[in-house]
């Protein structure tokens, strides 16, 4: 038998079954046990904080807690734990008061990856008066690696953004509203915005690869596809959207 | 070749950013959180690459599991080597412990059994390490509350040995060997009596939480007078090392850490001046 394995799976697995007295070591082991649960509770509290704001300490610790029992960690660093948050709350609504409740998760994870996504260029609008009009219809951008966007299925932003300020804020009961929600960051400073339908579509064309004549595509009942296209593209421009052409 | 690093640091933290840029306190050296900095951009990165322009740095790892069985995580060494590339550590440490196994982080620095298979077994890993980053690296021994029936040895026995058999050097946490001395029961002043002094190039202070017939190791208190006197007991054995104060939780105002870190300061020069006059 190779001892050191063997101890670290015992180790192992009775921190994570919570045991309290395991026979291959003595003293405080509980320690170890209580110490798991609770660091682990604390990175899906920093990395959901409105979430947590939301749902208030006790019930966010119980939905925290089954996640942990579910989900051990795989990161080597912590602060990417909870990835699978939002779909785990929404597969157990029990945990989850308010099914809007799982729109806040979900702005939270796109803004903690938000702001420390890999640094990037930005395409300015003279970058773009370069391109020759004929390479217009064919002409490809890459949005920056902050960008991210998401849909809700509530308009869950005026909460989020009351409890961001104040953790004590009062807020209305949020409606059912699906829609996309864009989160970027410029310089060191996340932002977000809520989209229609037709410039999130557009959007999406743009991360997907498209090209600008495609993106008019996509906005075929619009009066006016190639104007649209142009000024949602001046906009994206605008905030720090986009890196580059290709 | 040794990087020479000298005089008193601190841990480099968030909240402290601002005021290591604006103020350019009187801090000799920083140590910084590798695993903090292995993201792919942004504020993060940003600071430190800033606060590197004014400050020499030490890498501190919390997650590289020298003594867990997995291979290494072969993209973690990868970052970690791009780090260290980024912004030149005088030495880059972990701890001497594991942190889980079968793929999985636990998050915590758990102890290892004191064994002569567990010395080789270190012993062949940061072989493996120290090769891949080009570098020598430094192991902090960690605070612990259980130990193993299979232990065939003392903690200081086995880091001793483990710095003689590897050549690796040590980052002796001073608090950690008091925590683990109430823990455990023995004399601290005998843990810190066997580090070979050749291989001791950094020292941590810390505060801990004390429950009485146990402590726990939990960096959100100043540092306690027990650990001051295991520290001048430890300057007296060793001659000076950099020396720095941890600080993770409970994050106070920079000043006051500083005022701490003074105090570690004169602690140290006193402690050594009425050596040389007793000699």
Request: aromatic content about 10%; overall charge negative; glycine content about 4%.
């Amino acid at each position: 038998m190779n001892a050191i394995p063997e101890l670290q799976h015992q180790f192992q697995d009775a921190v994570l079954a919570g045991t309290l007295v395991p026979v291959l070591a003595t003293g405080h082991f509980e320690i170890y046990v209580n110490a798991y649960r609770g660091r682990l509770a604390e990175a899906l509290r920093d990395n959901y904080p409105v979430l947590y704001r939301a749902m208030g300490d006790h019930a966010f610790s119980q939905l925290a807690c089954s996640y942990v029992a579910e989900h051990p960690s795989r990161f080597r660093s912590i602060r990417w734990f909870g990835d699978d948050l939002t779909a785990f709350a929404e597969a157990h609504p029990d945990l989850l008061p308010h099914p809007a409740l799982a729109d806040l998760a979900r702005m939270d994870w796109a803004l903690r990856g938000a702001f420390d996504a890999a640094d990037s260029d930005t395409l300015s609008a003279a970058d773009v008066a370069t391109i020759a009009v004929e390479k217009w219809p064919g002409q490809c951008f890459v949005l920056q690696a902050a960008v991210r966007l998401i849909t809700l299925q509530w308009n869950v932003e005026p909460i989020w953004q009351a409890l961001n300020q104040d953790e004590n804020a009062a807020t209305d009961a949020p409606q059912a509203l699906q829609h996309s929600l864009l989160v970027w960051r410029r310089e060191f400073e996340c932002h977000w915005r809520s989209l229609d339908a037709r410039e999130a579509t557009a959007l999406l064309v743009i991360a997907d690869g498209g090209t600008f004549a495609e993106v008019c595509e996509s906005l075929d009942e619009d009066a006016n596809p190639a104007q649209t296209a142009a000024m949602y593209l001046r906009q994206w421009i605008e905030h720090g959207l986009l890196e580059k052409i290709l | 070749m040794k990087t020479e690093l000298q005089g008193f640091g601190l841990g480099l933290r968030t909240d402290h950013y601002r005021d290591f840029i604006d103020a350019s306190p009187r801090v000799d050296w920083l140590e910084v959180i590798s695993e903090n900095y292995l993201v792919p951009g942004g504020k993060p990165l940003y600071f430190l690459d800033r606060i590197r322009r004014d400050y020499p740095m030490v890498m501190h790892g919390v997650s590289l599991s020298i003594g867990g069985t997995d291979p290494f995580d072969a993209d973690y060494l990868k970052q970690l080597k791009a780090l260290v590339d980024r912004i030149q550590p005088a030495w880059i440490s972990d701890h001497l412990c594991w942190t889980g196994t079968e793929s999985l982080n636990l998050h915590d620095l758990l102890p290892m059994p004191y064994t002569h298979a567990a010395l080789r077994h270190l012993t062949a890993r940061l072989q493996q390490v120290q090769d891949y980053l080009g570098r020598p690296l430094l192991m902090e021994n960690v605070s612990s509350y259980v130990t193993y029936p299979s232990d065939e040895m003392s903690e200081w026995e086995f880091i001793a040995e483990l710095a003689m058999c590897s050549g690796c050097d040590l980052l002796l946490d001073v608090n950690n060997v008091y925590v683990s001395s109430v823990n455990h029961g023995f004399d601290p002043h005998v843990f810190i009596d066997a580090m070979p002094a050749q291989h001791v190039r950094q020292i941590h202070l810390a505060g801990h939480e004390d429950h009485g017939s146990y402590i726990i190791d939990t960096h959100d208190h100043p540092v306690s007078d027990a650990v001051w006197d295991l520290y001048a007991h430890t300057i007296r054995r060793l001659g000076m090392v950099p020396t720095m104060i941890e600080r993770d939780d409970n994050i106070p105002p920079l000043a006051e850490l500083i005022t701490e870190l003074d105090a570690a300061r004169r602690l140290a020069e006193q402690t050594l001046a009425a050596k040389e006059r007793a000699a």
